[in-house]
């Protein structure tokens, strides 16, 4: 035996058996996390931490904002070119094993459990272009794959790998607790991409701003969205967490906040007109609470500051929602 490798490890169940089952066929096992503004590494971290291995944090943002733009394999049911990102992550993986002389690369993924992204040939596909081939072990799956190079030469044992297929989680869940495993998420969509509204903030800021600056897609985690009639976005914070949020991101855009009475607070990307910017100060006031207010909100733009004449009418807005 003696195979070293680094396995993909979100935190959820899949990922966490794969490292475990891999360590009883005799290898050891680091895991790899990917990091973009769409997917946080907590989960990954806690799973790392509760299996006792080495966790590799790479940060991923600027490959997966060019596979938004331009997926060669499509997107997922959002905007999640899934096919293609799981590629890039295990030839990602497969460099750094590389450089680090291990002997392969290992996922969580289960045959047929996802019926576009985990099927025989996708998990071909994912193995072709990551350029890994003989090298990515899928051990929950092993047995139903050609054998990897470190089994064929004896570094992990066949044998002790598995057979699972299919969408019931049932034999995941006897495994974990046959291994040990009790912490695990309950299984999720994926990352951020996968999510509908999200999909609309991301295609929207790719036809607008573009997705070049990178802060701008960090904050598509927070805030609602406006596109108003000449083309301005405003993103519109929801609480005070996102509030701050956005008066910290002051360098990527014009703040504009009520001055006078509670409220939220908007990001201006880019101003495309005078009337937008009427138009945002009073998006602002209608998302104020200026009922116990004698007189009009204050607005500060920037650093001026000035009244917005009644009234305010929230449902004015609704037709230049994103989401
Ligand atoms: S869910 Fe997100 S992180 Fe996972 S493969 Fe799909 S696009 Fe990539």
């Given at each position: 035996m003696g195979a070293k490798g680094l396995s993909l490890l979100s935190g959820g169940l899949d990922s966490q058996l794969a490292v475990r089952v891999l360590e009883r066929a005799g290898a050891e096992v680091e895991g790899i996390c990917f990091v973009t503004p769409f997917f946080a590494p907590d989960a990954a971290k806690k799973a790392a931490a509760a299996l006792g291995i080495k966790l590799h944090l790479i940060d991923f943002t600027d490959d997966e904002i060019a596979l938004v733009e331009n997926p060669p394999h499509g997107f997922g049911?959002?905007?999640?070119?899934c096919i293609d990102c799981h590629a890039t992550m295990i030839r990602r993986a497969g460099e750094l094993m590389e450089r680090l002389g291990y002997d392969f690369v290992s996922t969580g993924e289960v045959m047929?459990?996802?019926?576009?992204?985990?099927?025989k040939q996708s998990l071909g596909v994912v193995e072709k272009s990551s350029g890994l081939k003989g090298r990515?072990?899928?051990?929950?799956s092993a047995k139903l794959l050609e054998p990897t190079i470190p089994e064929t030469e004896g570094k992990?044992?066949?044998?002790?790998?598995l057979d699972i297929s299919g969408r019931s989680r049932n034999r995941q869940i006897e495994l974990a607790a046959e291994l040990g495993i009790v912490d695990y998420p309950s299984?999720?969509?994926?990352?951020?991409?996968?999510?509908d509204g999200f999909g609309r903030k991301l295609r929207d800021l790719m036809e607008h701003?573009?997705?070049?600056?990178r802060r701008l897609v960090e904050l598509l985690v927070v805030a609602r969205r406006f596109r108003l009639p000449d083309g301005t976005g405003v993103l519109l914070g929801r609480d005070k967490t996102e509030n701050d949020i956005l008066k910290e991101a002051d360098g990527v855009g014009t703040v504009v906040a009520p001055v006078n009475c509670p409220g939220p607070t908007a990001l201006i990307?880019?101003?495309?007109?005078e009337a937008d910017l009427r138009l945002a100060a009073e998006l602002v006031c209608a998302y104020s609470?200026?009922?116990?207010?004698?007189?009009d909100i204050t607005v500060r733009i920037g650093n001026d500051s000035s009244p917005v004449p009644r009234p305010?009418?929230?449902?004015?807005?609704k037709e230049f929602q994103i989401c």
């Open positions: 049911g959002a905007m999640n070119p047929g459990q996802r019926p576009m992204s985990q099927n990515l072990i899928r051990p929950l992990i044992d066949r044998e002790k790998l299984p999720a969509g994926g990352c951020k991409l996968t999510e701003e573009g997705l070049k600056n990307p880019q101003i495309k007109s609470r200026c009922d116990r207010l004698v007189g305010y009418d929230r449902a004015k807005f």
